[in-house]
């Protein structure tokens, strides 16, 4: 029996050797992995997410679905909801990293709000990403300039009616708050409000896209703003991208000619709401009938307000001071609507704000704010027995001093016959700026030649294109300004240095008067702050020139902005720019100073000089040069009207 027992163990080991010859030592793998490593499905565990996510298609009135993305906090009960709207993708809005903490899928503003036990809804607006429906750029109310029943008020009152009726861990309170685009959409929320809407935070909204947001600047055109339309309007998704053939986006402009010129030769023609820009580069019906601060003026005060304004805020510079000056009115209690004035560039006040550029706070302003007025204001407003926040009617960082201060209004000045009266700071004789205003002996004006074909730069070359990776478009309102002060096409005026502080608290108003030899000109005018030549421990801030406010005027619309008419050649014209607000004080030992300019390229498009129908499709035989005069005499007193506070 041994025998055999041994006999067929050598036999089977024999066999066996003889296999691993034969296969090389390779054995037959187990059944499952011989099907494959990536399983016919599998789920993600989100055992470890402190959220619920939700991706749900809300049906609006006329039977359209739009995409939205709720973030509930895990065991959430009678929670209040922030409702952002956007059109830059709600997918993206909830899915910044693939964190199991909500506090870190979304934007700094928002993750905190998460954190502090809110829940957090994203929606696509009509037509963009994964809504249904047709997208309209800044969608106007239904009515004169929109056919449809449907409008961002409307779509916001059935998002919010269907979110307290099917989130159960809701307390049936809705905050809207967002940034840019979705700052107009909760301007838009303001109108005709759902009753459950309890608060609203517009920060940095778009409000007139003529005036001062966006698409121009006192009917200057944003030409940079060409390619953000492209990216917007050309697909659904925004993924077409722009074309930028050169590193340096000052020769491309320059090359192209007009900003028509460019936007055809990049097929823009086809894009609707480019063409409805180049229709209208006056301030008629098609933007004064959708300019946010007239319509909100015109509306009763519903819902508790806090307007955020960035005082250096490089896209929509002129919408939330605006908003403000329109509603502030109609509070009558004096705790419905408040305005904080931030250090930030656009959007900041959502993240870091410890400096901007190589300007330094003193600690992070972003998360001050955050905590001591945004979270409080919500909590008041949003949550169950929550108590009355302490806040002021203004909440604003004085830049210079590095504080933060609290105001009963704003602007802190008045134009005349108070004690807190603006004052004039006057451009004379020497390339000086002075509190007395110019004597009969002093020369009457000074001079320089405009010449479009080599324009005046909104910074130091080279310009890279606003979406590149490189640029750093959100600082460059805080750029130092020496590079323009060295051109022969630039005037500067500068104070002696100060032996006192000047604290100015409101809206700084330019008055020039000026001649062009020209039938039409450009004029931009700067407030900067001059630092000592020495800054001892920061090198680098040694008389750094910081814009403290900026903007431009176009010519042909002096009088009347719907109405453009021809600037008379060679005859003194009285001109009026207001600059953005700004909180800041000239420190002892710094210097005051103006420049004044006729081109700020290719931020804003060339003006020909030339009085033509329309700048958008000017020719080149067009653009010629001007000789421009800007006077300080007792008849024709230039000067900067500054909101001096005590």
């Known amino acids: 029996m041994r025998d055999g027992l041994n006999r067929a163990f050598f036999a089977a080991l024999a066999g066996f050797l003889t296999l691993v010859v034969a296969t090389g030592g390779r054995t037959d793998p187990p059944a499952e992995t011989a099907m494959g490593d990536i399983p016919a499905t599998f789920t993600k565990s989100i055992d470890a997410d402190d959220y619920i996510k939700r991706d749900v298609m809300i049906p609006m009135r006329d039977g359209v679905k739009l995409h939205t993305v709720i973030i509930i906090p895990k065991g959430a009960s009678h929670a209040p909801i922030i409702l952002d709207r956007t059109p830059y993708s709600a997918s993206k809005f909830t899915e910044r990293t693939t964190s199991p903490r ?97 608060a609203a935070v517009p920060f940095n909204p778009m409000v007139d896209g003529w005036m001062g947001d966006d698409w121009f600047h006192n009917g200057a055109f944003r030409e940079l703003n060409t390619e953000y339309i492209y990216g917007q309007t050309a697909s659904k998704t925004s993924e077409i991208e722009w074309t930028a053939p050169r590193y340096d986006d000052y020769e491309a402009w320059l090359s192209a000619g007009s900003a028509g010129a460019r936007a055809s030769a990049l097929g823009m023609d086809a894009l609707p709401f480019w063409r409805r820009i180049t229709q209208h580069p006056a301030y008629d019906r098609f933007w004064s009938a959708q300019a946010m601060d007239r319509i909100l003026a015109a509306q009763p005060l519903a819902v508790p307000t806090l307007i955020v304004h960035s005082q250096w805020d490089q896209e929509d510079i002129y919408g939330a001071p605006a908003i403000w000056a329109a509603i502030k009115p109609k509070d009558v209690s004096g705790d419905a609507v408040r305005l904080v004035i ?125 979406s590149s990776k490189d640029s750093t478009w959100g600082r460059w309102l805080v750029d130092d300004q020496r590079f323009a002060g060295d051109r022969s096409d630039v005037l500067t005026y500068t104070t002696d240095v100060l032996t006192s502080p000047v604290r100015i608290a409101g809206q700084p108003v330019a008055h020039l008067y000026a001649s062009t030899s020209g039938t039409d000109s450009d004029w931009v005018v700067k407030l900067i702050d001059v630092y000592p030549a020495e800054v001892p421990g920061d090198v680098e801030m040694g008389g750094y020139e910081l814009a403290i406010a900026m903007d431009i005027l176009r010519g042909r619309y002096r009088d009347d902005p719907a109405k453009p008419t021809a600037i008379p050649a060679g005859k003194v014209v009285a001109y009026q720019l207001k600059l953005p607000n700004a909180d800041h004080v000239f420190l002892p030992g710094h210097r005051i100073m103006v420049q004044i300019q006729s081109s700020w390229f290719p931020l804003y498009d060339r003006n020909p000089q030339t009085f033509v129908d329309n700048i958008f499709f000017a020719k080149p035989a067009d653009y010629v040069k001007a000789t421009q005069r800007v006077f300080h005499a007792p008849g024709a007193p230039s000067y900067i009207d500054l909101p001096v506070a005590p």
């Open 102 to 198: 909500r506090a870190l899928i979304m934007a700094t503003s928002f993750g905190e709000l998460a954190d502090a036990g809110y829940i957090i809804v994203s929606q696509d607006v009509r037509g963009k990403y994964k809504s249904e429906g047709d997208y309209v750029m800044n969608r106007p109310l239904s009515g004169e300039l929109n056919p449809t029943p449907v409008d961002h008020s409307t779509d916001t009152y059935d998002t919010i009616d269907w979110l307290v009726k099917n989130t159960p861990e809701s307390n049936g309170k809705v905050g809207a708050m967002g940034t840019s685009y979705d700052g107009f959409t909760v301007l838009m929320s303001l109108i005709h409000p759902h009753s459950a809407l309890k």
């Open 342 to 466: 931030g250090p930030w560039r656009h959007g900041g006040g959502n993240g870091d704000g410890s400096s901007l550029g190589v300007i330094k706070f003193d600690g992070d302003s972003g998360r001050w704010f955050r905590r001591n007025v945004l979270l409080p204001f919500l909590d008041a407003h949003l949550k169950d027995a929550a108590p009355a926040a302490d806040l002021a009617a203004v909440t604003a960082y004085e830049t210079g001093a590095n504080v933060w201060r609290r105001y009963d209004r704003w602007p802190q000045s008045c134009a005349s016959g108070c004690p807190n009266a603006s004052r004039p700071l006057y451009l004379t004789a020497g390339a000086k700026l002075s509190f007395e205003a110019p004597t009969a002996r002093t020369p009457a004006f000074d001079d320089y030649v405009s010449d479009p074909a080599k324009p005046v730069t909104y910074r130091a070359r080279p310009i890279r294109p606003y």
